[in-house]
C-alpha cells in the first residue's frame, strides 16, 4: 500500500493505511499523514469489472473537478478543497490522477492490472443514509447545482457504462433473456405476470430515448448514481460536495431527478418483501423538486420540466426491469441473501411504480404551480 501511495504526488509523509467505509465496489483506504499541514487522503482501487474503461472514468472526472474548482474560485467560494474532490497526479505523468500496479499472478507471468486513485480526504464531514423533507431538499438543490455547475463543460465526457439508463437496451436486455430463459424461471406464474405489466407501459417509457432522437431533449452532464449517501454534509447539515463521480456522463436529466427519488421516496428500501408497505412519499418528492428546481431552473427546458412526473416513474420501472433481467439471468450481476431476491427487489420497485402513478396528478399539479 506504501509503494501504490509513493507513486502519487503527494505532500507529507505516510503515517498509517487502513480500510475506509462499506463501499460495494471499489475499494477505499484512508492514508493518513504525520504532518498537521498535509492533508489525508483517501486511497481507492476502481472496480475494472464495472469500469471497463478506467481511464475514461479518471479523465471524465479530471474534467469535471477541474471544472467545479473553476466555477467556485470565479465565485470567490472559500474552502474549496471541503466542496469539490481534489484527485492527486501520478509522480510519473502528471496529467494521469491514477496510477497502475500489477496484481499477483497465480499462474506466473503477468497478473492483471490494478488502477489505483487518491483523493485529499474532507476533513469533518459525514454522510446520510435516510432522508427526511429538509435534507431532500437539500439534495435536490446540490444536485441541481452539480449540473448547472457543469453545463458549460468545454469537453465531451465519455459513456463510462455504455447505455447505462437507456431503456429501450434495457427492455431489449430483458427480451433477450426472457428468450433463452438460461436459469429455467421464466415460466413461473409472478414472472409472467410481471411481464405483462411491463410489457403494458414499454412503448410510453421509451419516451426520453425518442425524444432524444427527434432532437427534442438534450443530453447534459449528469451524474447517474445520485443516492444521498453520495453527498458529503458538515456539522451544521449544509451540503458540502457531491461524491462518487465514476458514473458522471452525457445522459437525459431525468437519471438524477428520478434515481434520487427512487430510492429517497420510496417508504422502505429497494427490497423489503413486504409489498403493501412500498409506498411512494409525495412529501420527500415535493421537497426534492423545490430543491432540485431552485438551481436547475436556470437552465432547464420546459420539456424537461413537464417530464419530471415521466422520470418519477422511469426510474422505478427501469430498476425493475434491470431487477427482473438478473433474476432471469441467474443472479449474475447484483449479489443475492436469497434465492428470490432479485425477483422480491423487482416486485418492491412494480409497486413502488404503482403507487407513483396513483400520485400522478398530484405530482403534476406540483410542478406546474412551481
Ligand atoms: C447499483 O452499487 P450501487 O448501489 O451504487 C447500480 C445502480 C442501481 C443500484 C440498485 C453501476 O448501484 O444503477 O440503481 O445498484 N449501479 C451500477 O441497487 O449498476
Ligand atoms: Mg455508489
Not at 143 to 160: K, R, Y
Amino acid at each position: 500500500m506504501n509503494n501504490i501511495v509513493s507513486k502519487f504526488a503527494i505532500r507529507g509523509t505516510v503515517n498509517e493505511i487502513k480500510p475506509l467505509g462499506e463501499g460495494l465496489i471499489n475499494d477505499t483506504y484512508k492514508v493518513t499523514t504525520i504532518e498537521s499541514d498535509a492533508p489525508d487522503y483517501v486511497l481507492q482501487r476502481i472496480n475494472t469489472n464495472v469500469f471497463p474503461d478506467a481511464d475514461m472514468v479518471m479523465r471524465n472526472i479530471k474534467a469535471v473537478t477541474s471544472h467545479i474548482r473553476q466555477k467556485l474560485e470565479a465565485k470567490g467560494e472559500d474552502d474549496i478543497d471541503r466542496k469539490v474532490l481534489t484527485f492527486i497526479p501520478s509522480k510519473e505523468n502528471p496529467e494521469k490522477l491514477y496510477v497502475t500496479t500489477e496484481a499477483p499472478s497465480l499462474q506466473g507471468g503477468r497478473g492483471e492490472s490494478l488502477f489505483w486513485r487518491l483523493m485529499i480526504f474532507i476533513p469533518n464531514a459525514i454522510t446520510k443514509q435516510a432522508v427526511n423533507p429538509e435534507s431532500s431538499r437539500a439534495a435536490g438543490k446540490a444536485f441541481g447545482n452539480f449540473q448547472a455547475m457543469l453545463a458549460d463543460i468545454p469537453v465531451e465526457l465519455g459513456e463510462t457504462i455504455k447505455d447505462f439508463h437507456n431503456m429501450e437496451f434495457r427492455l431489449q436486455q430483458l427480451r433477450e433473456v426472457v428468450a433463452a430463459d438460461p436459469a429455467g424461471r421464466v415460466q413461473e406464474p409472478e414472472v409472467q405476470a410481471m411481464l405483462q405489466e411491463i410489457e403494458k407501459r414499454a412503448e410510453e417509457m421509451c419516451k426520453a430515448e425518442r425524444m432524444g432522437r427527434e432532437g427534442i431533449l438534450p443530453k447534459r452532464v449528469c451524474h447517474c448514481d445520485t443516492k444521498v449517501n453520495n453527498m458529503m454534509f458538515d456539522q451544521q447539515d449544509n451540503v458540502l460536495c457531491v461524491i462518487d463521480l465514476d458514473t458522471v456522463m452525457p445522459n437525459f436529466i431525468f437519471s438524477d431527478y428520478g434515481d434520487f427519488l427512487r430510492t429517497g421516496a420510496n417508504k422502505v428500501a429497494e427490497d423489503h418483501p413486504n409489498m403493501d408497505e412500498v409506498q411512494f412519499d409525495i412529501d420527500i418528492f415535493k421537497a426534492f423538486t423545490e430543491g432540485y428546481l431552485s438551481s436547475a431552473k436556470s437552465f432547464l427546458l420546459p420539456v424537461e420540466i413537464e417530464n419530471l412526473p415521466y422520470a418519477t416513474a422511469l426510474f422505478p420501472y427501469m430498476q425493475c426491469v434491470r431487477f427482473l433481467w438478473d433474476y432471469l439471468s441467474g443472479d449474475k450481476y447484483w449479489k443475492v441473501k436469497y434465492p428470490n431476491h432479485n425477483f422480491v427487489r423487482a416486485n418492491n420497485q412494480l409497486h413502488l411504480l404503482l403507487s407513483i402513478e396513483a400520485h400522478w396528478d398530484e405530482m403534476k399539479d406540483f410542478i406546474a404551480k412551481l
